[in-house]
C-alpha cells in the first residue's frame, strides 16, 4: 500500500499498468462474483453461435480494470465516482493496459476531490474509457 498522501495537478499522468492476459479461469470467478453467467462469457459453443470469434470478458470487468490505478491510494481515501464506457470487446488471452490522467482537484468539506479520466486499452485499441473522482480525505 503507498504511504505517499497523493496530490495530483491538472495534466499529470497516472502511470500506466499492463494487466496479465485475461483467463478462462478469471472470467469463470468473475461470472460467479457478479452474477453475470451469460455463457458467452465463459462457453465458446455459446460465443460462437452468438456470432463472437470466442468468449468475451465481462465488460464490467474491463471497466473495473481501470479502478486498478487507484488502489494504492486507498489508505488516503476513495473513489467517489465513476463512469465507464465501452468502446471495444476483450477476448481471453488479451492483454490489458490502464491508465488515466488528472482532469481537475476541488477542496470539499471532505477533502480534495481530483477529477480522472481513465482508459482500458486493448494494445493499441479502447475497450473501455470513463471518468473517476477520487477524494483524498483531508490531514486528520
Known sequence: MNDTRPAWNPGDELESRTLS???????????????????????????QEAGLSG???HGMLAAATMSLLFSPYL???YVREFYARFSGMVY????????GRTTGA???????????EVYTNRGEE?????????L????R
Do not use: M, W
Not at 23 to 47: C, F, K, M, V, W
Not at 126 to 134: C, I, L, M, Q, R
Not at 136 to 139: A, G, L, P, S, T
Open 21 to 47: 492476459p485475461i483467463t478462462r479461469s478469471q472470467l469463470e470467478r468473475y461470472a460467479d462474483a457478479s452474477g453475470d453467467r451469460n455463457p458467452i462469457h465463459t462457453s465458446d459453443e455459446a460465443a
Open 55 to 57: 468468449i468475451i470478458a
Open 75 to 77: 489508505k488516503h481515501g
Open 92 to 99: 481471453l488471452g488479451d492483454e490489458l493496459t490502464v491508465g
Open 106 to 116: 476541488k477542496d470539499t468539506d471532505e477533502g480534495c476531490l481530483y477529477d480522472f
Open 126 to 134: 479502447g475497450v473501455a474509457s470513463g471518468t473517476v473522482g477520487f
Open 136 to 139: 483524498v480525505y483531508e490531514d
